[in-house]
């Protein structure tokens, strides 16, 4: 009897579990949504589009290669996720060709503060009027960016990057802080990472999946 009982709880805990994935919804969405991005560099302060210097003080975002003082700025918009709804799952898929450098590792912050047109490793954004960063390049822990970041993640060789963001996106989805989305950067001196651009020709390489169900889901 006490089996016929423990098999009868495990067919309902199963039958709940598949009625809650039913309910549930995916979308996946690439860089070529983000309505911001850019590139900021120390070696370019004033530029917005600084992720590469492929000549002698010319810079771009053609390719995406980060070091200590070269970061990329990226958000997703949400509005696809409907109000009345509970975030299950986030994901950012980060596309890496390769790392240079002892245990190279790249950074993954949530931004605090606002940016915007002009966004440069001096200012956070230059219009309508100038608004420096705390701290240049987005430096200002607990300011600019988040008090600690959303995960350090190593890096071994060419892959795709998965990066849990759930709590971020459950911010940013109920309210609790603004989407200002992040900020990716390389903390340590010697490293050098180079990933595909999301900004040129790759960004269905660079992803945002996030799952959610409605609210009343239990």
């Avoid at 609790?176 to 390389?186: H, Q």
């Avoid at 180079?194 to 269905?204: C, D």
Wanted: proline share 6%; charged share 20%.
């Amino acid at each position: 009897m006490t089996k016929q009982f423990a098999n009868i709880g495990l067919i309902l805990v199963l039958f709940l579990w598949e009625a809650m994935l039913l309910e549930a919804e995916t979308i996946v969405l690439d860089a070529s949504s983000c309505d911001r991005m850019a590139g900021i560099s120390e070696a370019a302060p004033r530029q917005s589009w600084a992720l590469c210097e492929p000549a002698k003080g010319f810079f771009s975002n053609g390719e995406a290669g980060l070091m200590p003082g070269i970061s990329l700025l990226i958000r997703f918009p949400l509005d696809q996720i409907p109000k009345n709804s509970r975030i299950v799952h986030a994901e950012l898929v980060v596309p890496v060709i390769w790392g240079y450098g002892n245990e190279p590792r790249f950074y993954v912050w949530r931004i605090i503060a606002d940016w915007g047109p002009g966004v440069c490793h001096l200012y956070s954004r230059t219009l309508p009027k100038k608004v420096k960063w705390t701290k240049p390049h987005a430096g200002g822990i607990s300011s600019d960016r988040a008090t600690r970041p959303t995960d350090i993640i190593r890096v071994a060789g060419t892959e795709n990057k998965i990066i849990n963001v759930t709590e971020d996106v459950e911010l940013w989805h109920t309210g609790a802080a603004a989407n200002n989305g992040w900020l990716i950067s390389v903390e340590d001196l010697g490293v050098y990472i180079r990933f595909y651009s999301p900004s040129w020709a790759y960004p269905g390489m660079w992803k945002l999946k996030i799952t959610f169900e409605p609210e009343t889901t239990k």
